[in-house]
Protein backbone atom coordinates (compact mmCIF):
# COMPACT_ATOMS: atom_id res chain seq x y z
CA UNK A 1 0.00 0.00 0.00
CA UNK A 2 1.01 3.41 -1.05
CA UNK A 3 0.33 6.01 1.78
CA UNK A 4 0.03 9.90 2.13
CA UNK A 5 -0.61 13.03 4.07
CA UNK A 6 -3.83 14.38 4.37
CA UNK A 7 -4.06 18.32 3.55
CA UNK A 8 -1.50 20.10 6.05
CA UNK A 9 -1.89 17.61 8.94
CA UNK A 10 0.19 15.31 10.38
CA UNK A 11 -2.38 12.47 9.60
CA UNK A 12 -1.34 9.00 7.50
CA UNK A 13 -3.35 8.10 4.99
CA UNK A 14 -3.40 5.12 2.27
CA UNK A 15 -4.22 6.38 -1.75
CA UNK A 16 -7.38 4.16 -1.26
CA UNK A 17 -10.36 5.33 0.95
CA UNK A 18 -12.95 2.72 1.69
CA UNK A 19 -16.50 3.82 1.37
CA UNK A 20 -19.24 3.29 4.24
CA UNK A 21 -22.13 3.64 1.87
CA UNK A 22 -21.85 0.00 0.71
CA UNK A 23 -22.79 -0.81 4.97
CA UNK A 24 -25.59 -1.35 6.75
CA UNK A 25 -29.43 -2.32 6.90
CA UNK A 26 -31.82 -2.17 4.26
CA UNK A 27 -34.31 0.27 4.30
CA UNK A 28 -37.53 0.64 1.85
CA UNK A 29 -36.31 4.63 1.61
CA UNK A 30 -32.72 3.91 0.99
CA UNK A 31 -29.98 2.16 -1.09
CA UNK A 32 -31.25 -1.88 -1.52
CA UNK A 33 -27.47 -3.05 -1.88
CA UNK A 34 -25.97 -2.54 1.12
CA UNK A 35 -24.47 -5.47 2.54
CA UNK A 36 -25.11 -6.83 6.35
CA UNK A 37 -22.68 -6.41 9.55
CA UNK A 38 -20.99 -10.53 8.46
CA UNK A 39 -20.60 -9.21 5.05
CA UNK A 40 -18.88 -5.35 6.23
CA UNK A 41 -16.68 -7.03 8.68
CA UNK A 42 -15.36 -9.67 6.28
CA UNK A 43 -14.54 -6.23 3.34
CA UNK A 44 -13.07 -4.17 6.74
CA UNK A 45 -11.25 -7.34 7.29
CA UNK A 46 -9.49 -7.89 4.13
CA UNK A 47 -8.94 -3.75 3.75
CA UNK A 48 -6.98 -3.54 7.22
CA UNK A 49 -4.92 -6.91 5.64
CA UNK A 50 -4.32 -4.74 2.95
CA UNK A 51 -3.21 -1.48 4.49
CA UNK A 52 -6.63 0.56 3.46
CA UNK A 53 -7.38 1.56 6.92
CA UNK A 54 -8.71 4.88 5.92
CA UNK A 55 -13.16 4.46 5.99
CA UNK A 56 -15.62 7.31 5.79
CA UNK A 57 -19.11 7.17 6.29
CA UNK A 58 -22.03 9.36 7.14
CA UNK A 59 -24.64 9.89 9.88
CA UNK A 60 -27.15 9.30 7.40
CA UNK A 61 -25.90 6.16 5.71
CA UNK A 62 -28.29 3.53 6.05
CA UNK A 63 -29.65 5.49 8.75
CA UNK A 64 -26.92 5.13 10.98
CA UNK A 65 -26.22 1.67 10.38
CA UNK A 66 -23.30 2.34 8.55
CA UNK A 67 -21.42 3.96 11.30
CA UNK A 68 -22.56 0.77 13.95
CA UNK A 69 -21.32 -1.98 11.56
CA UNK A 70 -18.18 -0.03 10.98
CA UNK A 71 -17.65 0.64 14.56
CA UNK A 72 -18.47 -3.41 15.39
CA UNK A 73 -16.44 -4.44 12.76
CA UNK A 74 -13.16 -2.65 13.61
CA UNK A 75 -13.80 -4.23 17.63
CA UNK A 76 -14.74 -7.70 16.89
CA UNK A 77 -11.20 -7.48 14.54
CA UNK A 78 -9.17 -6.25 17.22
CA UNK A 79 -8.32 -3.26 15.40
CA UNK A 80 -6.66 -0.45 17.43
CA UNK A 81 -8.17 2.73 17.51
CA UNK A 82 -5.11 4.48 16.41
CA UNK A 83 -4.74 1.92 13.38
CA UNK A 84 -7.36 3.48 11.36
CA UNK A 85 -8.15 7.10 10.28
CA UNK A 86 -12.50 7.29 10.54
CA UNK A 87 -13.88 9.73 8.74
CA UNK A 88 -17.55 10.42 9.03
CA UNK A 89 -19.95 13.45 8.28
CA UNK A 90 -23.08 15.96 8.82
CA UNK A 91 -25.70 17.63 7.32
CA UNK A 92 -28.21 15.64 5.99
CA UNK A 93 -29.73 16.11 9.32
CA UNK A 94 -31.79 18.30 11.20
CA UNK A 95 -30.55 21.53 11.76
CA UNK A 96 -27.71 21.17 8.86
CA UNK A 97 -24.60 22.54 9.77
CA UNK A 98 -25.74 24.55 12.72
CA UNK A 99 -23.85 24.68 16.13
CA UNK A 100 -26.89 23.12 17.84
CA UNK A 101 -26.87 20.25 15.24
CA UNK A 102 -23.09 19.96 15.07
CA UNK A 103 -22.76 19.22 18.52
CA UNK A 104 -25.75 16.85 18.63
CA UNK A 105 -24.64 15.04 15.74
CA UNK A 106 -20.76 14.15 16.43
CA UNK A 107 -22.10 12.90 19.84
CA UNK A 108 -24.89 10.03 17.59
CA UNK A 109 -21.75 9.63 15.47
CA UNK A 110 -18.99 8.78 18.07
CA UNK A 111 -21.75 6.60 19.79
CA UNK A 112 -22.98 4.86 17.04
CA UNK A 113 -18.86 4.02 15.86
CA UNK A 114 -17.97 3.27 19.29
CA UNK A 115 -14.91 5.73 19.49
CA UNK A 116 -14.41 9.01 21.26
CA UNK A 117 -12.88 10.94 18.22
CA UNK A 118 -13.04 10.91 14.63
CA UNK A 119 -10.02 11.43 12.29
CA UNK A 120 -11.72 13.54 10.29
CA UNK A 121 -15.38 15.00 10.23
CA UNK A 122 -16.75 16.64 6.80
CA UNK A 123 -19.49 18.83 6.03
CA UNK A 124 -21.18 16.67 4.05
CA UNK A 125 -22.97 19.85 2.01
CA UNK A 126 -22.86 23.70 2.09
CA UNK A 127 -25.19 25.17 4.47
CA UNK A 128 -27.88 28.25 2.64
CA UNK A 129 -29.34 28.97 5.94
CA UNK A 130 -26.33 28.57 8.97
CA UNK A 131 -23.50 31.65 8.89
CA UNK A 132 -20.15 30.32 7.84
CA UNK A 133 -18.92 31.57 11.44
CA UNK A 134 -21.45 29.56 13.27
CA UNK A 135 -20.39 26.58 11.34
CA UNK A 136 -16.94 27.55 11.68
CA UNK A 137 -16.61 28.41 15.07
CA UNK A 138 -18.49 24.89 15.93
CA UNK A 139 -16.02 22.43 13.80
CA UNK A 140 -13.15 24.19 15.80
CA UNK A 141 -14.87 24.05 18.76
CA UNK A 142 -14.42 19.99 18.25
CA UNK A 143 -11.49 19.94 17.45
CA UNK A 144 -10.24 21.70 20.36
CA UNK A 145 -12.21 19.39 22.51
CA UNK A 146 -10.53 16.53 21.07
CA UNK A 147 -13.23 14.75 19.76
CA UNK A 148 -11.99 15.62 16.04
CA UNK A 149 -8.89 15.68 14.43
CA UNK A 150 -9.37 17.29 10.98
CA UNK A 151 -11.67 18.88 9.08
CA UNK A 152 -13.34 18.11 5.36
CA UNK A 153 -16.12 19.67 3.12
CA UNK A 154 -18.01 17.90 0.45
CA UNK A 155 -19.41 19.01 -3.23
CA UNK A 156 -20.29 22.87 -2.92
CA UNK A 157 -19.01 25.83 -5.20
CA UNK A 158 -15.44 26.58 -5.07
CA UNK A 159 -16.29 30.51 -3.93
CA UNK A 160 -18.42 28.76 -0.71
CA UNK A 161 -14.96 26.64 -0.18
CA UNK A 162 -13.18 29.95 -0.52
CA UNK A 163 -15.16 31.65 1.61
CA UNK A 164 -15.60 29.11 4.71
CA UNK A 165 -11.64 28.89 4.46
CA UNK A 166 -11.23 32.91 4.67
CA UNK A 167 -13.37 33.03 7.91
CA UNK A 168 -11.42 30.19 9.39
CA UNK A 169 -8.30 32.22 9.01
CA UNK A 170 -9.82 35.29 10.12
CA UNK A 171 -10.69 33.61 13.08
CA UNK A 172 -7.91 31.41 14.33
CA UNK A 173 -9.70 28.54 13.12
CA UNK A 174 -9.51 25.30 11.92
CA UNK A 175 -9.56 25.00 7.98
CA UNK A 176 -10.80 21.93 6.20
CA UNK A 177 -7.96 19.82 5.21
CA UNK A 178 -9.98 17.65 2.53
CA UNK A 179 -12.41 17.86 -0.16
CA UNK A 180 -14.73 14.61 -0.93
CA UNK A 181 -15.96 15.93 -4.63
CA UNK A 182 -18.14 14.02 -7.18
CA UNK A 183 -15.04 13.63 -8.99
CA UNK A 184 -14.06 11.26 -11.98
CA UNK A 185 -13.68 10.65 -15.97
CA UNK A 186 -17.18 11.15 -16.67
CA UNK A 187 -17.62 14.44 -14.31
CA UNK A 188 -14.71 17.07 -14.65
CA UNK A 189 -16.65 19.95 -13.42
CA UNK A 190 -14.62 20.94 -9.91
CA UNK A 191 -11.36 21.26 -12.28
CA UNK A 192 -12.95 24.78 -13.08
CA UNK A 193 -13.22 26.48 -10.04
CA UNK A 194 -13.67 23.74 -6.67
CA UNK A 195 -10.37 21.71 -7.16
CA UNK A 196 -7.83 24.83 -7.79
CA UNK A 197 -9.41 26.26 -4.21
CA UNK A 198 -8.42 23.18 -2.68
CA UNK A 199 -4.93 23.62 -4.33
CA UNK A 200 -4.79 26.87 -3.18
CA UNK A 201 -5.63 25.86 0.45
CA UNK A 202 -3.03 22.84 0.17
CA UNK A 203 -6.52 20.28 0.76
CA UNK A 204 -6.11 16.71 0.20
CA UNK A 205 -8.77 15.16 -2.90
CA UNK A 206 -10.97 12.61 -1.53
CA UNK A 207 -13.32 12.23 -4.51
CA UNK A 208 -16.54 10.33 -4.28
CA UNK A 209 -18.03 7.88 -6.98
CA UNK A 210 -14.20 7.30 -8.30
CA UNK A 211 -16.00 4.55 -10.68
CA UNK A 212 -18.93 6.61 -11.67
CA UNK A 213 -21.44 4.37 -10.16
CA UNK A 214 -20.06 1.09 -11.81
CA UNK A 215 -20.29 2.87 -15.54
CA UNK A 216 -16.04 3.22 -15.79
CA UNK A 217 -15.96 -0.72 -14.94
CA UNK A 218 -17.52 -1.89 -17.72
CA UNK A 219 -17.91 -0.84 -22.35
CA UNK A 220 -21.66 -1.03 -21.74
CA UNK A 221 -23.99 2.20 -19.84
CA UNK A 222 -26.69 -0.57 -18.32
CA UNK A 223 -25.82 -3.91 -16.65
CA UNK A 224 -28.13 -6.58 -14.36
CA UNK A 225 -26.74 -5.72 -10.97
CA UNK A 226 -29.33 -5.03 -8.14
CA UNK A 227 -27.37 -1.43 -7.76
CA UNK A 228 -28.02 -0.82 -11.30
CA UNK A 229 -31.68 -1.90 -11.25
CA UNK A 230 -32.74 -0.14 -8.27
CA UNK A 231 -30.30 2.86 -7.78
CA UNK A 232 -32.19 6.06 -8.53
CA UNK A 233 -29.42 8.23 -6.94
CA UNK A 234 -27.03 6.71 -9.79
CA UNK A 235 -29.84 7.09 -13.05
CA UNK A 236 -30.15 10.88 -11.42
CA UNK A 237 -26.18 11.53 -11.97
CA UNK A 238 -25.92 10.11 -15.26
CA UNK A 239 -28.47 8.72 -17.44
CA UNK A 240 -29.10 12.25 -18.60
CA UNK A 241 -25.10 12.62 -19.93
CA UNK A 242 -25.22 8.86 -21.33
CA UNK A 243 -24.69 10.23 -24.96
CA UNK A 244 -21.66 12.49 -23.97
CA UNK A 245 -20.00 9.95 -21.46
CA UNK A 246 -19.99 6.65 -23.66
CA UNK A 247 -17.14 8.08 -25.55
CA UNK A 248 -15.35 8.24 -22.62
CA UNK A 249 -15.85 4.93 -21.01
CA UNK A 250 -15.09 3.35 -24.64
CA UNK A 251 -11.82 5.12 -24.09
CA UNK A 252 -11.39 3.60 -20.85
CA UNK A 253 -11.67 -0.05 -22.49
CA UNK A 254 -8.98 0.78 -24.84
CA UNK A 255 -6.39 1.84 -22.56
CA UNK A 256 -7.57 -1.11 -20.48
CA UNK A 257 -7.03 -3.28 -23.23
CA UNK A 258 -3.98 -2.34 -24.27
CA UNK A 259 -2.64 -2.21 -20.51
CA UNK A 260 -4.39 -5.39 -20.32
CA UNK A 261 -5.90 -4.54 -16.65
CA UNK A 262 -9.92 -3.88 -15.70
CA UNK A 263 -11.79 -0.88 -16.98
CA UNK A 264 -11.76 0.21 -13.17
CA UNK A 265 -8.25 0.18 -12.94
CA UNK A 266 -7.47 2.25 -15.22
CA UNK A 267 -10.35 4.76 -14.03
CA UNK A 268 -8.64 4.63 -10.50
CA UNK A 269 -5.18 5.23 -11.94
CA UNK A 270 -6.81 8.53 -13.70
CA UNK A 271 -6.99 9.78 -10.44
CA UNK A 272 -3.58 9.18 -8.99
CA UNK A 273 -2.37 10.61 -12.36
CA UNK A 274 -4.43 13.59 -11.56
CA UNK A 275 -3.08 14.09 -8.38
CA UNK A 276 -6.21 12.74 -6.24
CA UNK A 277 -4.63 11.65 -2.84
CA UNK A 278 -7.25 8.95 -1.53
CA UNK A 279 -10.32 8.34 -4.12
CA UNK A 280 -13.17 6.65 -2.20
CA UNK A 281 -14.02 2.85 -3.23
CA UNK A 282 -17.21 1.04 -2.03
CA UNK A 283 -16.93 -2.57 -1.73
CA UNK A 284 -19.33 -5.29 -1.50
CA UNK A 285 -17.30 -7.94 -1.06
CA UNK A 286 -13.35 -8.68 -0.12
CA UNK A 287 -12.43 -9.10 -3.00
CA UNK A 288 -13.48 -5.83 -4.37
CA UNK A 289 -10.62 -4.41 -2.05
CA UNK A 290 -7.89 -6.38 -4.15
CA UNK A 291 -9.19 -5.17 -6.96
CA UNK A 292 -8.73 -1.40 -6.12
CA UNK A 293 -5.42 -2.33 -4.11
CA UNK A 294 -4.05 -4.05 -7.95
CA UNK A 295 -5.12 -0.57 -9.27
CA UNK A 296 -2.47 0.89 -7.46
CA UNK A 297 -0.05 -0.75 -9.83
CA UNK A 298 -0.90 0.96 -13.14
CA UNK A 299 0.86 4.09 -14.50
CA UNK A 300 -1.02 5.83 -17.14
CA UNK A 301 1.25 7.15 -19.77
CA UNK A 302 1.02 10.75 -20.85
CA UNK A 303 -0.57 9.37 -24.10
CA UNK A 304 -3.40 7.38 -22.01
CA UNK A 305 -4.37 10.41 -20.33
CA UNK A 306 -4.92 12.74 -23.15
CA UNK A 307 -6.75 9.91 -25.10
CA UNK A 308 -8.96 9.40 -21.93
CA UNK A 309 -9.71 13.16 -20.99
CA UNK A 310 -10.14 14.78 -24.54
CA UNK A 311 -13.66 13.49 -25.19
CA UNK A 312 -14.74 14.31 -22.11
CA UNK A 313 -17.34 17.62 -23.07
CA UNK A 314 -19.20 19.96 -20.16
CA UNK A 315 -21.69 18.52 -17.57
CA UNK A 316 -24.58 20.59 -16.25
CA UNK A 317 -23.64 20.52 -12.17
CA UNK A 318 -24.75 17.56 -10.45
CA UNK A 319 -24.24 16.40 -6.02
CA UNK A 320 -24.12 20.03 -4.85
CA UNK A 321 -26.84 21.77 -3.56
CA UNK A 322 -27.46 25.04 -5.74
CA UNK A 323 -28.47 28.46 -4.82
CA UNK A 324 -31.96 29.50 -3.75
CA UNK A 325 -34.04 30.35 -6.49
CA UNK A 326 -31.10 29.23 -8.92
CA UNK A 327 -32.71 29.03 -12.56
CA UNK A 328 -31.05 26.11 -14.26
CA UNK A 329 -31.40 25.39 -17.89
CA UNK A 330 -33.70 23.57 -19.21
CA UNK A 331 -32.83 19.42 -18.39
CA UNK A 332 -29.78 20.88 -16.17
CA UNK A 333 -29.34 18.63 -13.32
CA UNK A 334 -28.19 20.79 -10.91
CA UNK A 335 -31.84 21.65 -9.42
CA UNK A 336 -31.94 17.75 -8.47
CA UNK A 337 -31.72 16.78 -4.91
CA UNK A 338 -28.28 15.97 -4.50
CA UNK A 339 -27.14 12.62 -3.47
CA UNK A 340 -25.90 11.78 -0.38
CA UNK A 341 -22.77 10.43 -0.87
Given at each position: ???????????????????????????PDFHQWVIDEEGTQAVIARAVDLGV???????????????????????????????????????????????????????????????????????????????????????????????????????????????????????????????????????????????????????????????????????????????????????????????????????????????????AHVALAWHWATGVAAPIVGCSRPSR?????????????????????????????????????????????????????
Open positions: MEYTTLGQTDITIPRLCLGGMSFGKVFNFIDTANTYAHGTSEEYIGESLRNLGVAREDVVLASKVFFNEGHLSREAINREIEGTLKRLGTDYLDLYIIHRFDYDTPIEETMEALDGLVKTGKVRALGASAMYGYQLHDMQVVADQNGWTRFSSMQNHYNLLYREDERELIPVTQEYGMSLTPYSPLASGHLTRPTWDSDSIRSTTDGTMRNKYDATRELDMPVIERVAQVAERHEVPMVDDAVRALDLELTAEDLELLEEAYRPHELVGLIPRPGERALAGSTATRVPDRR
